[in-house]
């Protein structure tokens, strides 16, 4: 193969009222249970389905208590463990997630209409799953999860977030429902639900406090949900740490990263996310903040360095006799590629060396064709080699648990 340069790419309603006489009752609400919740996730794509394959697998959680108080209600048994749509209606892509719950790892948060064909007001069905698996169905609102005269219309918003402080997740939702008949007949309104997280994974359903919400509240949204709660009182959370964390949540491939860790890049106070990949083809991200959204970049590879606030960044890598050094630096909110070189034998099938053993190499910087000692001076020109810093120590990072952990109680 011969020498060539290379260069770097960057890729990256059931809606309707029904009307009808009858129902299943309303009867048996759910009995609250005492808890109290941070990162709200947007939706995947419309017309992309939550990720099951790239799920981690679920953790036994039943082996130190002899599979007793820790282990996850068994709701497959209702459908004898059939796959996860089995008695439910269509899914809602635009509100299922795959997303990364405490304690549980990366599941697949679902949201499936109802199958009114039995019953005109049956309710929406959530329930986490894996590999298409369902590992718990959360509580609805009514008994049978059917209501008295009300119409389900859509899922507004999912949340998830620990909004208790607890160190496990919690889910927020918001749905939209019609009056079906009386005199707020086809009148829409919107309702809270709060789902609390434990340590043994199971999602609890905090009746009183939804209830509470959805009645006090003049406007319902998730934040006026979360502020009702308190979530947020006394906690300096800051835009960037939010988005950091809807990040990990929603779009980090985890099971392909070896970790993450934070690095100071450019001269502000908010720190760049790195993404460690667990091979040399998946390579590193930067992921870092600005005008309220966050900008991913890829290297290429593992390897690269960086000059602490001083904006700049070199991504130095390469094999088969073909090396680079790209200098990078956020510009316009964007990592940017502000310099190259690269240096390689003309034919790394046959590469030549000089009397001292040393491998012949073409070095080019920018384009320009010189030798390794004016490579050299060109690269250490706009680029301090000598007082550059390692962008990550192998076996240092930290897991997707452990940086939303940190990002959630991150001060300076």
């Known amino acids: 193969m011969t020498y060539a340069r290379k260069k770097i790419f960057f890729s990256y309603v059931l809606s309707g009222m029904l009307f009808a006489i009858g129902g299943c009752g309303n009867s048996g609400q759910n009995s609250p249970e005492s808890g109290s919740v941070t990162q709200i996730v947007e939706p995947i794509a419309e017309g992309q389905p939550a990720d099951s394959e790239k799920a981690d697998e679920f953790p036994d959680t039943t082996e130190e208590n002899g599979g007793k108080t820790g282990e996850l209600p068994d709701t497959t048994e ?37 199958d009114t064909s039995q019953d005109l007001f049956a309710d929406v069905t959530f329930s986490i799953e894996k590999n298409g698996t369902r590992l718990q169905e959360l509580p609805g ?139 040399e083809a998946v390579g590193c991200r930067i992921v870092n903040f600005s005008d309220g959204a966050v900008h991913v ?26 090396y680079y050094d790209l200098v990078y630096q956020i510009k316009d909110g964007e990592l940017t590629l502000l310099a190259e070189g690269y240096y390689g034998a003309e034919d790394n099938s046959n590469v030549q060396y000089d009397e001292e053993g040393n491998p012949i190499y073409r070095y080019e ?15 250490n020109a706009i680029y301090d080699t000598s007082r550059a810093k390692d962008g990550h120590l192998y076996g240092e990072s930290q897991s997707v648990e452990e940086m939303i952990s940190l990002l959630e109680n991150f001060a300076d």
């Open 141 to 279: 609102v009514f008994e049978n999860n059917c209501r008295s005269n009300e119409s389900f219309l859509r899922v507004d918003a999912v949340s998830f977030l620990d909004y208790n402080q607890d160190g496990y997740d919690d889910i927020i939702t918001i749905c939209s429902y019609s009056m079906a008949s009386g005199p707020d007949a086809a009148k829409e309104y919107s309702e809270i639900r709060y789902y609390s997280g434990s340590e043994n994974g199971a999602f609890i359903f905090e009746n009183e406090m939804s209830v509470a919400a959805t009645s006090a509240l003049t406007e319902i949204s998730i934040e006026t949900a979360k502020s009702f709660i308190g979530v947020g009182k006394g906690v300096s959370a800051e835009p960037w740490q939010q988005a950091y964390i809807d990040y990990l949540t929603q779009e980090s491939e985890v099971e392909s990263q070896e970790g993450y860790t934070l690095i100071y890049l450019d001269g502000d106070e908010i720190p760049e996310l790195v993404e460690i990949g667990d091979c």
């Open 365 to 379: 910087w920018e384009g320009v064709e010189m030798s390794r000692e004016d490579y050299e001076k060109a690269l």
């Open 297 to 322: 970049a890829q290297l290429n590879r593992l390897h690269f360095s960086y000059l602490e606030k001083e904006n700049l960044l070199c991504n130095s890598e390469g094999n088969m006799d073909c």
């Open 78 to 114: 209702k459908n004898g463990g059939q796959e996860a749509s089995q008695n439910t209606g269509n899914l809602i892509e635009e509100q299922s997630f795959s997303v990364t719950l405490r304690p549980l790892g990366q599941v697949q948060f679902a949201s499936y209409r109802p």
